[in-house]
């Protein structure tokens, strides 16, 4: 019992990221019982903060900006997309049922049946998510917490364009890692491009929390603004955020960049969700096809190539393991989104 208080004391001298980390873990565990097990419990929190902290982050290779001329010519085609928060979180503080570095290694190598997937919350088990994955370009990861943003993308397409945003504002236990968006462009074909964002917005509903993901949203849209005027988009993530609660401006955002939510589209008559009074959130693993999530993907076109969207899905039993148990603390979601070129277009 003195060593473990010797060592509460030690660790308790690192500013205050183990209270927020315990945060975490409170938020969706049950409190043991008893001041040695919550001692214990602390110490062992506090040891994985620790041993993130040791990991470095990694470089992220610098993609050139070379067009890939050997691809094939073509003016139309098919993309199976999925994005996913994997609950990459270190397993003391995961949320998810499921054993991590098995569950995660599951994640990569069900996702190959997709063309691009964007994942987040990819942290201390990218080598697991890679070890069974067969897409021929996925960016690097950063590290595990806190180091790294969590987002990575894996495509079947060569990813030729590639940057790591952070948010400029942040929320408790959000501002442990520098979680933000990444911005990909992606070469279809010989003269086909288009731009593809991952995004992890801040989580929760509580006043604070809100106003972060406002000025997320934000900086989100004016980077596209900026970046991706005129082009065509993809926008797949976590955005935490739902049509419905009043104080999210998502629908602002969806508005303003003239995007198609592919539920909204497919699977809601194309109706936007009013707000509603005193709304309440389902969790991320509630979600069907007939309501809305937290989870979305975005598309947009341009003058020169259009997309066609088609069959939405929640892919419940292709992410859970042999007990029927969910192999993240989120549903995936897919969607099937063809395109077209209407007019050459010169990248």
Known sequence: MIIELMLVEYLWSEQNIQSMLLDLLFEKKIRPKGFRKIVILFICASAGVMLGFKLKPKQQPKFSNSVYAAMPEATYGKLNLLTYNIAGLPELISSAVTERSSSITSIGNRINAFDIVNVQE?????????????????????????????????????????????????????????????????????????????????????????????????????????????????????????????????????????????????????????????????????????????????????????????????????????KGQDLSDHCAVSLQLGWRIVKPSVQ
């Open 122 to 322: 990819d942290f201390n088990y990218n080598k697991f998510l890679y070890s069974e994955n067969k897409h021929s370009y996925r960016t690097a990861n950063m590290g595990g917490v806190p180091f790294g943003d969590g987002l990575s993308t894996l495509s079947k397409y060569p990813i030729v364009e590639f940057e790591r945003i952070s948010w400029t504002d942040c929320n408790g236990a959000d501002c442990l890692t520098p979680k933000g968006f990444s911005y990909a462009r992606i070469q279809l074909a010989k003269a086909v491009f288009i731009d593809v964002y991952n995004v992890h917005a801040t989580a929760q509903d509580d006043q604070n929390a809100t106003i972060a993901r406002q000025k997320n949203i934000n900086q989100l849209k004016a980077y596209i603004k900026k970046y991706s005027a005129g082009r065509p988009l993809l926008i797949m993530g976590d955005f935490n955020a739902h049509y419905a609660y009043e104080l999210d401006n998502i629908g602002s955002f969806q508005k303003d960049l003239g995007l198609v939510d592919a539920w909204v589209s497919l699977r809601n008559k194309g109706d936007i969700p009013a707000h509603q009074a005193n709304f309440e959130a389902k969790t991320a693993l509630e979600l069907t096809e007939d309501c809305e999530g937290i989870d979305k993907i975005y598309y947009r076109n341009d003058h020169h190539l259009l997309f066609e969207a088609k069959n939405y899905q929640v892919q419940k039993k292709l992410f859970q393991n042999e």
